[in-house]
Each structure stands twice: as structure tokens, then as C-alpha cells.
């Protein structure tokens, strides 16, 4: 997050559309829109700015590296040795993903201004919007899984079975820079909550929203997870753990 590059919706799109994940864009749409901006927002390595697009340019290297499409590298070196068998990179929008749940937002005045404005819908109503993924869009986003793939991944932090010590201690590597943010590691986040030791992710779009929190220490983790753009996970994960401290269920170190 130290590149300086432009992420891609600071951009304009050649096709002059709006950045909607409405409007059908993949990865190579982004990265074209970023690259055509040849000024840096600052030299690399003085500031920190989340980036969509670093991750994007990560899985092309990736994919010139191994010759293979990115989500099946993903099913093969990672998902498929943690026995992830729902878990995938979805990068194609017309892929058919069994059990998928559709994201939902409040048909509200603030999530529904935009889309009439656009012309993508005539009134407000009520209830709730179902929000559609037309953009593959990957790298930054784009895993599908479950929540009980996601505890194998969680459970490998803790046996190390998968990649062993030296792959832990590459996902848990810090760097300094020439800012003053030296908490992220390789798409992990150290943190503190309450006092403790914490090991953190958050990500969300519209529709939908995610938070992970492990503690190391204790080999727990709290995962939240939800298909409505104002789920708050981030909120209701911290209440989970309030609430097994409080009842004495679990103990920190």
C-alpha cells in the first residue's frame, strides 16, 4: 500500500462509464486506467494508502509467472491443499457458484440517489436493493468461500501444516517505510483490542461486508461475515468477543 499508484476509480475509463460494479469492467480495465495515469500520487514508500490495484498488478505477476489464470492458481496452491473445496476466485461473471448469496442494501435514499440518477433505476420503493456483481474484478476482492473454509484457513494459521513456519512468518512480516505505518503485514493487519494482541482483516463492497480478528496468542479467532452493505461486521465481531469474555467463556492471555 506504499506504491503511490492511482487506484483504478481515481481514473477515468476509456468507455467514459462510471466505476459501478453495475458496469461490467475486469481486472485488465482497471489496471489500463491506472497505468494511463503516469504521475505517482507520492514517491513510492512515503506514504500509505489502501490500493486495489497493487493487488491487482500482484496477480498478474503471478499469473505471467506460472501461466496459469490466476483463480486456478488459487484453486490449486492454496484452496485445494487446505481442502477449500467452496472456496474460489471468482473472475468470471458468468460462472454458476452453487449456494452463492446475493448482497442486499436498504432501498434508502442514500443507496438509491446514485442509481436513478444514473438511469439504473426509476424509483426509491422500500425494502431492499439486490446488489448484482457484473464486474470479475480480482486481486482486491473477488474471493467466494464459507465460513467453514474459512476456519480451515483460520485452523492452518495455527497448525502451519500448509507452507509450515516460513510461510507464517511471511504472512506475518512487517516492513518499515518512510511513514509512520508499520502495522500491515502481507494482507494481514496487527492491532490491539482491549489490551490484547490482535491479528486483523476487514473487507467489504457494496452489499456486502467482512471482519476477521485472531488472537495469537489464544488461537481464537472471531469471523463475521454479511451480505447487507451496512452489516457492520467489523461492529458485531468486537460484540461476539465482548460477550465470551463477559460470560467467562474464553480467557485472553
Not at 498478474?60 to 490449486?76: C, D, H, P, T
Not at 464486474?135 to 468461500?145: A, D, L
Not at 505505518?181 to 452489499?207: C, M, P, Q, R, T
Request: hydrophobic share 35%; with cysteine.
Amino acid at each position: 500500500m506504499t506504491s503511490g499508484i492511482n487506484d483504478y476509480y481515481y481514473n477515468p475509463r476509456k468507455n467514459g462509464m462510471d466505476w459501478s460494479t453495475l458496469n461490467f469492467f475486469n481486472i485488465d480495465t482497471a489496471i489500463a486506467a491506472s497505468l494511463n495515469n503516469k504521475e505517482l500520487m507520492y514517491p513510492p514508500g512515503t506514504q500509505w494508502s489502501y490500493s486495489n490495484i497493487n493487488y491487482m498488478l500482484l496477480t498478474e505477476v503471478i499469473e505471467n509467472v506460472s501461466g496459469q489464470r490466476f483463480s486456478e492458481f488459487a484453486k490449486e496452491r492454496l484452496f485445494e491443499p487446505l481442502n477449500m473445496t467452496n472456496t474460489i476466485v471468482n473472475d468470471d461473471i458468468f460462472q454458476v457458484i452453487p449456494n452463492r448469496v446475493n448482497g442486499y442494501n436498504y432501498r434508502d435514499q442514500e443507496n438509491t440517489s446514485g442509481l436513478i440518477e444514473s438511469g439504473y433505476l426509476r424509483y426509491t420503493g422500500t425494502g431492499f436493493l439486490q446488489i448484482n456483481r457484473n464486474s470479475p474484478h480480482y486481486g482486491g476482492s473477488g474471493v467466494y468461500t464459507t465460513m467453514n473454509d474459512l476456519k480451515k484457513w483460520i485452523v492452518n494459521f495455527q497448525t502451519k501444516t500448509f507452507g509450515g513456519q516460513e510461510f507464517y512468518d511471511m504472512m506475518h512480516k512487517t516492513m518499515e517505510f518512510k511513514h509512520d505505518k508499520s502495522n500491515d503485514a502481507l494482507g494481514l493487519v496487527f492491532g490491539d483490542f482491549n489490551g490484547h494482541k490482535i491479528v486483523w482483516y476487514e473487507g467489504g463492497d457494496w452489499g456486502f461486508s467482512s471482519y476477521m480478528m485472531r488472537f495469537p496468542q489464544n488461537d481464537l479467532t472471531i469471523i463475521c461475515m454479511s451480505n447487507l452493505g451496512t452489516g457492520n461486521s467489523r461492529y458485531y465481531a468486537t460484540q461476539i468477543i465482548d460477550i465470551l469474555l463477559e460470560d467467562k467463556i474464553v480467557e485472553l492471555e
